[in-house]
Nanobody, 122 residues
Framework: QVQLVESGGGLVQAGGSLRLSCAAS????????MGWFRQAPGKVREFVAA????????YYADSVKGRFTISRDNANNTVFLQMNSLKPEDTADYYC???????????????WGKGTLVTVSS
């Protein structure tokens, strides 16, 4: 079993930056694809970014491409999401997820964290 815990959320002004972290425990996720998703109030959860097991491939939603960067530190079982040029529409709960696959595919993720709230003020 894998436990995922997100951190780094908070309140930031538009144009600012935040770095989210996702710490995995229970077992190593170094061979898993990892992803970030978000859910805004009243909306369905949506894909944000994903990364392959070795970091060689990254995937982004069009809405965050060029502003967000996903990365991972397999030695420390951690995944990051660097968010720059934040916009009010980025306000959401952000969730970390793991997929038992080396490369991300838009199938169901296997493990989920409980989320961290990001609020971007205008």
């Amino acid at each position: 079993q894998v436990q995922l815990v997100e951190s780094g959320g908070g309140l930031v002004q538009a144009g600012g930056s935040l770095r989210l972290s996702c710490a995995a425990s229970g077992r190593t996720v170094s061979s898993y694809a990892m992803g970030w998703f978000r859910q805004a109030p009243g909306k369905v959860r949506e894909f944000v970014a994903a990364i392959s097991w070795n970091g060689a491939r990254t995937y982004y939603a069009d809405s965050v491409k060029g502003r967000f960067t996903i990365s991972r530190d397999n030695a420390n079982n951690t995944v990051f999401l660097q968010m720059n040029s934040l916009k009010p529409e980025d306000t959401a709960d952000y969730y970390c997820a793991a997929q038992i696959s080396r490369y991300y595919s838009p199938d169901a993720m296997d493990y989920w964290g409980k989320g961290t709230l990001v609020t971007v003020s205008s």
